[in-house]
C-alpha cells in the first residue's frame, strides 16, 4: 500500500489547525483552534497577536488531531504543512513545529501551498461529484488575502491565469463589515445582514478591469464608503449601528456586486478555456448566495468544499500534501517560509 496517512498542519493566518486525513480524502480528525474572537477587539488580524497565539495553541492542536485520530507519529506517512502565501510569523510556527516533527519521527515532511489547500478541501466531500468530472478543471480560489482563477490540469499542476490587482474578495467583505459596524470576520456578518434585506437599496457597479479578466475590489469599497458616509452610518462616534435595516440593505447590495462579478468572471474565463468543471473554495467559497449563484448559473459542474472546510483548516493541507507527493515525498530540512507565494509555484 503507498503512502496514505497524512498529518497536515496549518498556521498561516488566524486559525491554529491539524488533522489527520487518510488517503487524500477520508478526514480521520480535524481540529481548528481559531483566534477570531481574538482579532475582532482590533477589527482585523494583528499579525502579532496572531503568531504568539499560534506558538501558545500548536502543540495542543497537534496533540489533540493525533489522539483523536487514535494515532502515535510512526502511524503517519507524511507531515504535510503550509509553508506560504500567509503572514511571516504565523507561517514560520506551523512549519518550525513540523519540521520538529519530521526530524524527530523519520516521517517524511511535506510543503503546501495554501492556496493549493484551498483546492483540496474539495476532495474531502463525502460524496464527491469530482469523481466523474476530468480535468483540466478552472479553481477560483477566494479568500482573505486572496481572489485568483487558477488552471488545474491535472494533480498538483496549476497555473495563475486571473488574480485581483489590489483587495481580495474576503478582504472587501471584512473592510464593508468595519465601515458598517458589524463584526469580524465580516464575511459570515454581511452574508447575515443581506439575509434579512428586501432588496431595496440602489445596487452598486460591477468593477470590471479594462481589457482583462483580473478582478479589482478596492473601488468598490470605495463606494461603499461613500454610500455609508451619504447616509451618516459612517464615521460612528461609536461601535454600535443605528439603522440596522439600512446596513441589512446596504450589506445585501454590496454582497450581490461582489457575487455577480465573481460569478461573471468564472464563467467567462471558464468558457474561455474550456475547462470541464469549476471548483470554488476559499473562505468566500462558505458564502450561500455565492454557492447558489454559481450553480444556478454555470453551465459546467461546479464543485465546492462544504462551509466549515472552505475557511482555513488542517484537513485541505493533508490533502493536497497526499495528492502533490503521492509518488515522491520530500524531506527539505533547509525549507522556509515564503509568504508571497503564489499558486502554481513551488518556489524553491
Ligand atoms: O480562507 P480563509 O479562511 O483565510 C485566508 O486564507 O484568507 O478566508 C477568510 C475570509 C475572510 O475574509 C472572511 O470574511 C471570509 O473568508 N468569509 C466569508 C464567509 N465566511 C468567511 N465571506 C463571505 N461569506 C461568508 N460566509
Ligand atoms: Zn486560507
Not at 478552472?138 to 490540469?153: K, N, P, R
Not at 459542474?301 to 515525498?329: H, Q, R, W
Request: charged residues 20%; hydrophobic residues 40%; negative net charge.
Amino acid at each position: 500500500m503507498d503512502k496514505k496517512i497524512i498529518l497536515g498542519i496549518e498556521t498561516s493566518c488566524d486559525e491554529t489547525a491539524a488533522a489527520v486525513v487518510d488517503s487524500g480524502t477520508k478526514i480521520i480528525s480535524n481540529i481548528v483552534a481559531s483566534q477570531a474572537s481574538l482579532h475582532a477587539t482590533f477589527g482585523g488580524i494583528v499579525p502579532e497577536v496572531a503568531s504568539r497565539q499560534h506558538i501558545l495553541a500548536i502543540s495542543t492542536v497537534i496533540n489533540a488531531a493525533m489522539s483523536e485520530a487514535e494515532m502515535k507519529i510512526n502511524d503517519l506517512d507524511g507531515i504535510a504543512v503550509t509553508y506560504g502565501p500567509g503572514l511571516a510569523g504565523s507561517l514560520l510556527v506551523g512549519l518550525n513545529a513540523a519540521k520538529g516533527l519530521s526530524f524527530g519521527s523519520s516521517v517524511p515532511l511535506l510543503p503546501v501551498n495554501h492556496l493549493e489547500g484551498h483546492v483540496y478541501a474539495t476532495w474531502l466531500n463525502e460524496s464527491n461529484k469530482l469523481e466523474e468530472i476530468d480535468f483540466p478543471l478552472l479553481c477560483l480560489i477566494v479568500s482573505g488575502g486572496h481572489t485568483d482563477l487558477a488552471l488545474m490540469s491535472a494533480h498538483g499542476q496549476f497555473k495563475l491565469i486571473n488574480r485581483t490587482r489590489d483587495d481580495a474578495a474576503g478582504e472587501a467583505f471584512d473592510k464593508a463589515a468595519r465601515v458598517l459596524g458589524l463584526g469580524y470576520p465580516g464575511g459570515p456578518e454581511i452574508q447575515k445582514a443581506a439575509e434579512k434585506a428586501k432588496g431595496t437599496e440602489k445596487p452598486f457597479p460591477r468593477p470590471k478591469v479594462k481589457n482583462s479578466n483580473d478582478f479589482s475590489f478596492s473601488g468598490l469599497k470605495t463606494s461603499l464608503i461613500q454610500r455609508a458616509v451619504d447616509k451618516r452610518i459612517y464615521p460612528r462616534e461609536d461601535d454600535t449601528c443605528v439603522d440596522s435595516e439600512l446596513v441589512n440593505e446596504i450589506s445585501f447590495a454590496f454582497q450581490e456586486a461582489v457575487v455577480d462579478t465573481l460569478v461573471d468572471r468564472t464563467l467567462k474565463v471558464a468558457s474561455e478555456l474550456s475547462v470541464k468543471g469549476i471548483i470554488v473554495s476559499g473562505g468566500v467559497a462558505a458564502n450561500s448566495c455565492l454557492r447558489s449563484r454559481i450553480e444556478e448559473k454555470s453551465p459546467l459542474p461546479v464543485v465546492m468544499p462544504k462551509p466549515a472546510l472552505c475557511t482555513d483548516n488542517g484537513a485541505m493541507i493533508a490533502s493536497a500534501g497526499y495528492f502533490k507527493f503521492k509518488e515522491l515525498p520530500l524531506t527539505k530540512w533547509d525549507l522556509d517560509i515564503l509568504p508571497g507565494l503564489r499558486i502554481g509555484e513551488q518556489g524553491f
